[in-house]
């Protein structure tokens, strides 16, 4: 059978924002801005999509289009020798990194369900506290990471183009006019100006003061929210049957993605300091005590705390899926399993691996710790070096594709990938080795 293809341009790019557009904005880059200082954090951040994030985007696309392969499969055709097993670390990685995330998604449904049924009420932070014990924790956390997986089986089980293609154009408009509504009524909340302050007045002193914190943060924050690293744009970019103009695509995702965190904060703040919480404590927690009590404290809290859990969960299926789709092409064109097979046993194994997360958040910690302090930022700099010193030609020819005219762009693209990204990712490596 022939490979899928991405029925349309639309498709393609809604499917790779949807993928960006996740957990990693909504859930982790609050908590993690809060405990970095809130703007200086954010400034830095913002410095690291445009230099580094920007060109890691296009490191993937040109070899996933050049090979229209697998990354284990691509990295095997455009490299030799030890190139050829780095794909494997992707594998790895986008299993550990969806077991957790399913999980967490999991939470997200079950608060949606709550601010259903029950709506919330629990004004005193410590009954809240209470709520998200019994939430994160259990076998009611596993049913809900059951189903989730489900959900993610099913559309990848679907294909590329009626699973993938058909969810993201319904689902990442969806997130949109959400968060726009959303942030729309932040605006309106009395603890809007205060929150506004916190999040967007720089300060350098801070920076300068926790750079050591700060940088390897921000790093890993800027390609977990791009979903570098272990091949997710690598697959995307396989699936692409004409040549278009990829920095445009990688410009527009970034874009997308850094607003929809930008955006976030509108929301995530002013309803904190509305109530008086000050954002910062920290943990993966702490959002969700946080915003709960909060959602009890506000003036239609009920539906704003519905509409945020459930565009939460929509925004973690349509990145859930792109990582399961990493699994099941490489099986697909490795291994030769049939696509529905291939989607089910990964999902189970997924699911399975997923199991320890749900009964203590130590797992949480440590799961996320390694993907996203290491085994990430450990692929894109494979890959940076790959791309930027060893096949620059490929890589250049790829990106000329589509494009009248690349100018000094070509140039500039390769250089970003030869040394920023190196720095960057070696620096940032070895900060949060000392850290940990
Ligand atoms: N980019 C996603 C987010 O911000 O939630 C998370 C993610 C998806 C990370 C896919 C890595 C990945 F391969
Ligand atoms: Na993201």
Redesign the pocket.
Known sequence: MARETWATRAGFILAAVG???????IWRFPFITGQYGGSSFLITYLAFVALIGFPAILVEFVIGRRTDLNPVGALRELGSGAWSYAGWLFVVTGFI?LSYYSVVAGWFLRYTLIGITEGFTLTDPAEAEALFGTVSTGLDTLLFHAVFMLCVIGIIAAGVRRGIELSVKVMVPAILVLLLGLAAYGFTLDGASAAYAYYLSPDFGTIAANWTEILPAAAGQAF????LG?G?MITYASYLGEDRNLAADAGIIATLDTLVAVLVGFVVFPVLFSVGIEPGTGGPGAIFVSLTSAFAGIPGGRILGVVFFGMVGIAALS?AI??LEVLVSYLIDEVGVARIPASAAVGVAVFLLGVPVTVDLIFLDLYDLLADGIL?VLGSLLLALFVGWVIPHVGREELQKGIADLGGLGDAWIWAVRIPIVIVVIVSLYLGIVDY
């Open positions: 993928s960006a557009v996740g957990l990693g904005n990194i977990f929210t791009l979903s272990m997710v990145s792109s990582i990430l």
